[in-house]
């Protein structure tokens, strides 16, 4: 018998105002078809004045608890994903726990840029499994506007707000890949390449600073990565790409998103998509992504989902669940 980390239910949560991509023609040199085509992007949302990044997380977690028919009693551990918290400490995952009115257990935060979300399961899968939680929320929650630089068209156009919740909870498994859960995790990082995906603050400057990236070059790495690191998953599992019932992948661009289906021989109807309404979310574009697709009734319970991210450090990986 194996203890496996269940999705129980999921949500998702995105701030009112919606940006198109034209509002970015009027202020800078940009095109709403070059976004549209390099990028696939079409809208995206941003939170509004006051409205930070444990917010957004803590609405998406009250929509997951709702979703698995559970309340903040059952809640043993959360675990936020982020590169935007509100503050430098505390952590977004404790002011979550405060505004849920949890006043047990533990929460922390986990900082891996736009695959956090994959490192934020897999931190919890390793919590349920050793039986140090029952029941944990995995929160990926960004508020990237407020560290974007908007006189820069080659990354100001990219980002967006947002924040997905899926709550995970024990359950015994037979330990093979027909048990529901997470089946397997896969984490890569190699801090080398951080210059080309970076915020220009922090400590260090005593400014929170915008995000810089050398966009071309991280296109050249993702593709190839993220199809590596969703291999290495399902080989750990025992299961092809031909098992896979959807790929959930980070939503950073279509062209990425496009290449890594088709390296892994998987297609694209076979590919939960929401960039075109999100944009980049870093963290938090996995479970939005999640969500939408449970909510659209793509995702359903027994499928094979792989979920892969890459981003800042680099720092990449894959998740496997069998939903
Ligand atoms: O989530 C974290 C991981 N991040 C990513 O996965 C992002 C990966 N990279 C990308 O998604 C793409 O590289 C971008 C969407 C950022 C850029 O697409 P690209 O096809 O790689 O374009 P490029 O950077 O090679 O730029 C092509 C041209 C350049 O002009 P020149 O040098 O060819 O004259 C840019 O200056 O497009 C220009 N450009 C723009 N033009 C209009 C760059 N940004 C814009 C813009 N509007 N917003």
């Known amino acids: ?46 939170a509004a004045e006051g409205e930070h990044t444990s917010d957004l997380a803590v609405n998406a977690a009250r929509a997951a608890l709702a979703d698995a028919g559970m309340n903040v009693d059952d809640v043993d551990a959360i675990v936020v994903a982020t590169s935007t918290p509100d503050l430098t400490f505390p952590s977004a995952a404790t002011m979550v726990q405060d505004k849920l009115g949890m006043t047990r257990g533990f929460a922390f935060d986990v ?30 929650a960004e508020t990237f506007s407020r560290i974007l630089d908007f006189d820069d068209r080659a990354t100001s156009v990219l980002f967006g707000d ?29 801090g080398r390449y951080r210059d080309l995906l970076y915020v220009d603050g922090g400590i260090s400057t005593g400014t929170s600073g915008v995000l810089r990236m050398q966009g071309r070059e991280v296109f050249r790495h993702a593709v190839e990565k993220l199809a590596a ?13 031909d098992d896979v019932d959807w790929i959930v992948p980070h939503q950073a661009n279509i062209r990425i998103i496009q290449g890594t289906a088709k390296k892994m021989g998987v297609s694209m109807d076979r590919v939960v998509v929401t960039v075109q ?13 999640l969500s939408v697709g449970k909510q659209n009734g793509q995702i359903k319970q027994g ?14 990986g894959s998740v496997l669940i069998r939903w």
């Open 1 to 46: 018998m194996t203890r496996r980390a269940v999705v129980k239910g999921v949500g998702h949560y995105l701030p009112e105002r919606v940006v198109p991509n034209a509002e970015f023609e009027q202020k800078i040199d940009t095109t709403d078809e070059w976004i549209r085509t390099r990028s696939g992007i079409e809208r995206r949302h941003f």
């Open 111 to 140: 900082q891996a840029v736009c695959a956090g979300f994959v490192y934020a399961m897999t931190n919890a899968n390793a919590l349920v499994v050793s039986g140090q939680a029952d029941t944990v929320l995995v929160i990926g």
């Open 162 to 190: 947002g924040a997905g919740c899926v709550v995970l909870q024990a359950e015994t498994g037979a330990g093979t890949s027909d048990d529901r859960g997470i089946l397997a995790t896969d984490l890569n990082s190699d």
């Open 229 to 241: 690191t969703a291999h290495k998953s399902l080989d750990d599992a025992g299961l092809t790409a």
């Open 277 to 289: 309404d999100h944009g980049n979310t870093s963290a938090a574009s996995i479970p939005l992504a």
């Open 303 to 316: 499928d094979v989902v792989i979920t892969e991210a890459i981003g800042g450090g680099l720092a990449w």
